[in-house]
């Protein structure tokens, strides 16, 4: 399994609507196996804007992870490219280990 995740700005849009509601949708549409948004109590990246919340304004950094198998979250990934707003995608390795799920697949048969 792998972990695609997807930082941007509270505060992007794509259309009418935030980014990450954006990608939430469209990853719900492309049924991937598990999508989570965390929004960031603090955050900067490469233009070093320090990102936290405000009283008047919504300005954190949000971290999209999506948890799926390689191929269709490579796909997936693929499908963003129209969105502007998304600062950096990453993929790494995991492993499944327990929950339930129809994600946990029993590949370890001692």
């Given at each position: 399994?792998?972990?695609?995740?997807?930082?941007?700005?509270?505060?992007?849009?794509?259309?009418?609507?935030?980014?990450?509601?954006?990608?939430?949708a469209r990853a719900k549409e492309a049924r991937v196996a598990g999508v989570t948004i965390l929004?960031?109590?603090?955050?900067?990246?490469?233009?070093?804007?320090?990102?936290?919340?405000?009283?008047?304004?919504?300005?954190?950094?949000v971290v999209i992870e999506i948890v799926e198998d390689e191929r269709r979250v490579r796909a997936f990934a693929d499908q963003l490219s129209d969105i502007p707003g998304i600062g950096l995608m990453t993929l790494e390795a995991i492993e499944v280990i327990g929950g339930a799920s129809s994600l946990i697949s029993?590949?370890?048969?001692d």
């Open positions: 399994m792998k972990l695609l995740r997807i930082y941007t700005d509270e505060s992007a849009y794509y259309g009418d609507r935030k980014v990450f509601q954006e990608i939430a929004e960031a109590l603090i955050g900067f990246g490469q233009s070093v804007h320090l990102h936290q919340r405000h009283v008047l304004e919504s300005d954190r950094a029993n590949t370890n048969s």
